[in-house]
């Protein structure tokens, strides 16, 4: 049977389509748009470091006129040449030639002129360094140092504290740590075990420990009596170290009636014990896990005018950015072809200079927009929040909301009321009696003062915080005041009531 081989054939095909293509101009605008202040600084110091026609201003060439005027001001300290034509005169009227009050001065020229500080900047080369501070695990491998434990057992411990998490717990259970283990060095469980109470006999109290309850638990067993002296006291000792150990799930609740009949005590000693285990620490590796602080760099700042609220750009954290006129000079016309990559870098540095006053300018619109919506909040606060959102900016400047949010993500604004984000100010709106509509912000905002204003003994349930925010005007759903309380992580009204009465 004879194969049949299929033909084939080239041909050519006109289509017409439409396709949208960002140019890299755009899409290092969209990019720089969305970016934080300090990540914006980090982008300009790089583009600054691979792009020399790119300059900062105050970072040219120093101008000769600089050097003049400084050797000017030290000949002005030399005092005259010739003693004879002005001698000085001191506080009381005596007088002294310059030639005997220049000497003092003279001296102490030399030892900081410019050859002697060159001279020391040479013999000292690296700037001290800080004192780099310990970390959990090199704390514990120091009390570990002290110990006498046999080779064998402080490996164990050391591999222990190795598996240790950042607050000080064990990340991983003991029997599959075992199972990491080769066979061949004979390694059991009942090792690791011991090896474990060792590791949480050392301080801080609760390392090393396996879940919370035991972590706490440690902490009552090695506490301090000095720094906790409820310990001293055997029987709340005993019940916090029950409900470490039992009954924590039931403390997490809030629900102490339901815990004060699962332990059978008394309701004083069980408060006693409560307020013993709130003052314990769940991380003990907390004191070495400090995070770097987080900076909110503002981007506006807002001022009182006679006009009223108004919009200021942070001219602080605006990069000024120059093309080196030199060098563009000196490039020419790109006609030739020749140093086509610099002429590149020329239109790159145009494009980051352009980019970069265009992200500050849509910032500062949409700032002026947020600011005029939100007058009667610089002066009354979160109450006083009108319902704002991204597409009402949209229309009324004319971009669209995809560019709204990139202005509003991570940019700051400094208010009487602190250094916020722009995108706080965005809310939702609910109707009010009265026909005027109210943000969720400021809703909120008035369940949490209500809340704050309650009775501990008698809190207030979601119903009756419907009804009182009837009475301002307020109307809304049961079911919504539930959402906005745990939004807001406020318990429910049986929680607060049990936690008012154990505290």
């Known amino acids: 049977m004879q194969n049949i ?4 054939r080239n041909f050519l095909e006109l289509r017409l389509g439409q396709s949208l293509t960002l140019t890299p101009a755009l899409q290092q605008s969209i990019r720089l748009l969305q970016l934080s202040t300090l990540d914006l600084e ?10 020399p026609l790119l300059e900062q201003e105050g970072e040219g060439l120093q101008d000769p006129g600089a050097l003049g005027s400084t050797v000017r001001v030290d000949q002005a300290f030399e005092g005259p040449a010739d003693p004879a034509e002005g001698p000085q005169t001191d506080v009381e009227g005596s007088t002294t030639s310059s030639s005997e009050s220049d000497l003092p001065f003279e001296r102490e020229r030399s030892e900081f002129s410019a050859e002697s500080r060159h001279s020391r900047d040479d013999e000292f080369t690296e700037r001290p360094e800080a004192a780099r501070e310990s970390n959990l695990r090199e704390y514990l491998l120091g009390q570990l140092g002290t110990t006498r434990l046999s080779e064998r057992d402080a490996a164990i411990v050391g591999l222990l504290i190795e598996e240790l998490n950042e607050d000080g717990l064990l990340a991983s259970p003991l029997e599959e740590i075992v199972g990491w283990m080769s066979p061949e060095l004979g390694l059991e469980l009942d090792d690791f075990r011991l090896g474990l109470t060792f590791l949480q006999s050392l301080d801080p109290p609760g390392v090393g420990a396996r879940d919370l309850g035991e972590c706490l638990d440690l902490q009552l067993q090695y506490a301090d009596p000095e720094h906790l002296p409820e310990v001293n006291n055997a029987d709340v000792l005993t019940l916090a170290r029950r409900v470490c150990q039992q009954h924590l799930h039931i403390l997490a609740t809030g629900n102490m009636s339901k815990l004060r009949e699962a332990l059978g005590c008394e309701a004083e000693l069980l408060r006693r014990a409560h307020a013993l285990i709130v003052r314990l620490n769940p991380r003990p590796g907390s004191r070495w896990n400090k995070p770097a602080a987080d900076f909110a760099v503002p981007d506006v700042i807002v001022r009182k005018t006679r006009k009223g609220w108004e919009a200021h750009l ?14 563009a000079e000196a490039l020419g016309s790109p006609r030739g072809g020749a140093n086509s990559a610099l002429h590149g870098q020329l239109q790159e540095a145009r494009w980051m200079i352009r980019n970069v006053a265009q992200r500050f300018e849509t910032i500062l619109r949409v700032s002026q927009v947020i600011v005029a919506h939100q007058q009667s909040f610089f002066t009354k606060g979160w109450e006083a929040v009108r319902p704002l959102t991204l597409k009402d900016i949209a229309l009324e400047l004319g971009m669209h909301e995809s560019t709204i949010s990139r202005a509003t993500t991570q940019k700051y604004m400094v208010t009487p009321y602190g250094t916020l984000e722009l995108k706080r100010f965005f809310s939702t709106g609910l109707s009010t009696e009265g026909g005027e509509a109210t943000s969720s912000t400021a809703v909120q905002t008035r369940i949490q003062a209500l809340i704050r204003q309650e009775d501990r003994a008698r809190p207030l349930s979601d119903s009756q915080l419907v009804t009182l925010l009837d009475k301002d005007g307020i109307t809304i759903a049961r079911r919504t005041v539930a959402k906005y309380r745990e939004q807001m992580r406020i318990p429910t009204a049986p929680l607060r009531k049990s936690q008012a009465g154990a505290a």
């Open 42 to 51: 980090a982008e300009v110091a790089k583009a600054l470091a691979e792009n």
């Open 5 to 8: 081989v299929p033909m084939t």
């Open 314 to 327: 942070n001219e602080a954290v605006m990069p000024k950015l120059r093309v080196n006129a030199m060098y």
